[in-house]
């Protein structure tokens, strides 16, 4: 599976600055995907068209639909969907949230390189939703002719659990695949198609989805990837440890140390404003257990990543 990764620019303060050149990456692998032996006939030859098509004419209407589900513990998630409404989308698009914003702004070294902070750096990707959150990007694929579908993960936005609560991050993957796979099972999806969009722990998110089934997916755009911690910031082993130790005995504190970081990688004091009125998305300190659960993801990926992914 191909995967590119692909960074929009730190000064980006606003949706208007990046998202136009969000559909470049998806229509390169939409181009590369169909011209492998798996898509073939009348079909390949319609998205070549659209594609085409879509260089030059005016962005279609969009239509936007929400839907809960249950997942296999039982769990109440939310979902939503960008749909092109003059036509049938020319591939999908998964998305896997996660704020761009604060995690670039880190990679950038907005915070000090101290230890303490290795868990605001993991936590960037956490806490955050599809439908308000990644609207834009949303509303700008569909408008190009993809079909967009998104997941709050359990304890995040609208679906039901703990709040931001991670017990095991291989439940969000597990969420994100048997959700992804339904839609692409249906009959009107099953010759499309199917892309990766991940942002940040999203990111993390794209790439265990493909490690768990990597012939299924035709390509990925990953945006600042929680795949990679830096030897500068890594905690010291004691104190993974020590918090080891303690975690299933209180793995619902919230008593990770982390700074506020809304005033620091938010410019645009509306943007600001807008995130710290955002109901759906977290903003207490980060529960032990889930960054630790970060934590460990971040260093299985830096570990395999290579072994993984072709990076084009």
């Known amino acids: 599976m191909p995967i590119e990764l692909y960074l929009f620019p730190p000064h980006a303060s606003s949706p208007s600055s990046f998202l ?66 003059s036509s049938s989308p020319k ?46 990007c949303g509303t700008k694929l569909a408008a190009a002719g993809f079909g967009v579908f998104g997941l709050d993960y359990e304890g995040h936005g609208r679906s039901m659990g703990a709040r931001c609560y991670i017990k095991k991050f291989d439940n969000i993957v597990a969420d994100c695949d048997w959700f992804f796979k339904s839609v692409c099972g249906s009959s009107e999806n099953q010759v499309k198609c199917r892309f990766l969009y991940g942002e ?13 089934d990597p012939a299924f997916w035709d390509g990925a755009v990953l945006v600042a990837p929680m795949c990679k911690i830096s030897e500068k910031v890594k905690p010291h082993p004691v104190v993974v440890n020590l918090l080891t130790r303690v975690e299933e005995i209180i793995p619902k504190w919230k008593i990770v140390p982390t700074k506020d970081v809304i005033d620091s990688a938010f410019k645009d004091p509306i943007k600001r404003e807008e995130i710290r009125n955002n109901k759906l ?20 990926l830096e570990s395999s990543l290579t072994m993984a992914v072709t990076v084009i």
């Open 200 to 212: 940040s722990m999203g990111g993390a998110v794209a790439l265990l989805l493909h490690r768990k």
């Open 20 to 85: 136009p050149v969000l559909i470049s990456p998806f229509v390169h692998l939409l181009r590369k995907s169909l011209s492998s032996p798996r898509f073939s006939g009348s079909h390949a030859i319609r998205c070549h068209a659209l594609m085409l098509a879509g260089a030059v004419a005016e962005p279609m209407e969009v239509e936007y639909q929400e839907e809960y589900i249950r997942n296999s513990r039982g769990v109440q998630l939310f979902t939503c969907r960008w749909l092109p409404t």
């Open 91 to 136: 591939a999908l698009v998964f998305l896997c949230h996660g704020p761009r914003d604060l995690f670039i702004h880190r990679l950038l070294g907005v915070f000090s390189q101290s230890r303490h902070n290795i868990f605001s750096f993991l936590l960037a990707g956490y806490g955050m939703e599809c439908s308000g959150f990644m609207k834009g």
């Open 281 to 300: 998305i977290y903003q207490d300190k980060p529960r032990l257990k889930t960054a630790l659960e970060l934590l460990r993801t971040s260093m299985d």
